[in-house]
């Protein structure tokens, strides 16, 4: 029953916004270089290189999948378009996982990667994303790489700052759902 509320909510939204559109997201070397100083900042022991690369990656990386899904909208209506058979990929999982896939070809030494899930509340929709941290630390002390809000543009922040989104461990929200713990 919620999902079909939630797709025709999508359907509707879309609908009204057909006219909104998204630019194509671009960064910078700034862009790059400031997340890349967050993530080396995250431990001492965190490679400078390493930090580099994962920081490089996360940007270039979503700009891609932005052109390989054919990320046009607000990812609000790209999810409706998922959803209605217009698109194949880009709802927050599909970020979450080829985000989380990309970063561990790497074989990254100091860092670790995590799926970070945030619960569905009566008023906010289930969403995941990749996290990163240094190299056996919990995601609580990474940092949020979510691709997904900003329609490819990524988003990045402390998981502890980003609190627009009660960020857990994906597993552990899943075991919530499927016990019936979190009725939603």
Excluded at 48 to 69: G, P
């Amino acid at each position: 029953m919620i999902r079909r509320f939630l797709a025709l909510w999508a359907t509707l939204a879309a609908l009204i916004l057909v006219g909104c559109s998204t630019a194509p997201p671009t960064a910078g070397q700034g862009d790059i270089d400031a997340l890349a100083h967050a993530i080396q900042a995250l431990d001492p022991g965190v490679d400078a290189a390493e930090a580099q690369r994962a920081a490089t990656i996360a940007y270039s990386y979503s700009q891609q999948l932005t052109r390989d899904w054919n990320v046009t909208d607000p990812a609000i209506i790209h999810n409706a378009k998922v959803i209605n058979g217009l698109r194949e990929y880009g709802l927050c999982n599909d970020w979450a996982e080829a985000m989380t896939k990309r970063l561990q070809q790497e074989g990254f030494r100091t860092l670790d990667l995590h799926w970070a899930t945030s619960p569905p509340t009566a008023f906010r929709i289930i969403h995941h994303s990749a996290v990163i941290s240094a190299k056996g630390d919990s995601m609580y002390d990474g940092i949020i790489l979510d691709p997904w809000r900003n329609s490819g543009a990524l988003f990045w922040a402390p998981v502890r700052a980003d609190t627009r989104y009660n960020w857990r461990p994906r597993l552990e929200v899943r075991e919530e759902l499927i016990s019936g713990e979190n009725p939603y």
